[in-house]
């Protein structure tokens, strides 16, 4: 038998200027979504969560938490962005050009805008990648820029996965 790892996500060496990833995962946002991340972040605005309130918006129904949208976006980037991250460095430039309703669905990418050797941490490099969520209309709903700390290959924590063996690493 041979076995196959999965995938680890990039690492620093990989990321080139101006390449593009489309990230694999679209997700339909549902009314549950909308409500528990609503509440859960104690957002007040009934715009959110009270269907009989929203019907009289200029939209007639609610609208999604844009951080609700800005957080599954930006999960989506993770597989191909931010698997190995140290650390998040900031996040700028966010825009929200269209809405997001409860059963739209979402699917996203991001471009490599910079990527250089970190000046005080060997085992990391900075990246800065514009990611863009868009919605099945093919509406852009979210784009943000985020700056990011990626270990390099082989410097980051191992990965350990049940009946492998003895600790082997699974990041080369």
């Known amino acids: 038998m041979v076995r196959h790892t999965?995938?680890?996500?990039?690492?620093?060496?990989?990321?080139?200027?101006?390449?593009?990833?489309e990230h694999p995962l679209s997700r339909t946002v549902t009314?549950?979504?909308?409500?528990?991340?609503?509440?859960?972040?104690q957002n007040t605005a009934s715009v959110h969560f009270d269907h009989e309130y929203a019907a009289?918006?200029?939209?007639?129904?609610?609208?999604?938490n844009s951080t609700f949208t800005l957080a599954l976006v930006?999960?989506?980037?993770?597989?191909?962005?931010?698997?190995?991250?140290?650390?998040?460095?900031?996040?700028?430039?966010i825009t929200l050009p269209a809405p997001v309703f409860e059963g739209d669905t979402v699917s996203s990418w991001s471009e490599v805008l910079a990527a250089r050797e970190s000046?005080?941490?060997?085992?990391?490099?900075?990246?800065?990648?514009?990611?863009e969520g868009v919605k099945q209309t093919?509406?852009?709903?979210?784009v943000f820029a985020r700056t990011l700390l990626v270990y390099k290959r082989g410097?980051?924590?191992?990965?350990?996965?049940?009946?492998?063996?003895?600790?082997?690493?699974?990041?080369?």
């Open 74 to 93: 930006a999960g989506q980037s993770v597989t191909d962005v931010s698997q190995n991250v140290f650390a998040n460095l900031g996040w700028s430039d």
């Open 6 to 21: 999965g995938w680890q996500g990039r690492y620093f060496e990989d990321f080139v200027v101006g390449d593009v990833f």
């Open 31 to 41: 009314t549950t979504d909308n409500l528990w991340f609503t509440l859960l972040t």
């Open 56 to 64: 009289q918006t200029e939209f007639g129904k609610p609208l999604v």
């Open 138 to 142: 093919g509406e852009t709903i979210l």
């Open 155 to 172: 410097r980051g924590p191992s990965r350990t996965l049940p009946g492998s063996g003895r600790g082997a690493r699974h990041d080369e």
């Open 119 to 131: 000046a005080s941490r060997p085992d990391v490099g900075v990246v800065t990648v514009r990611t």
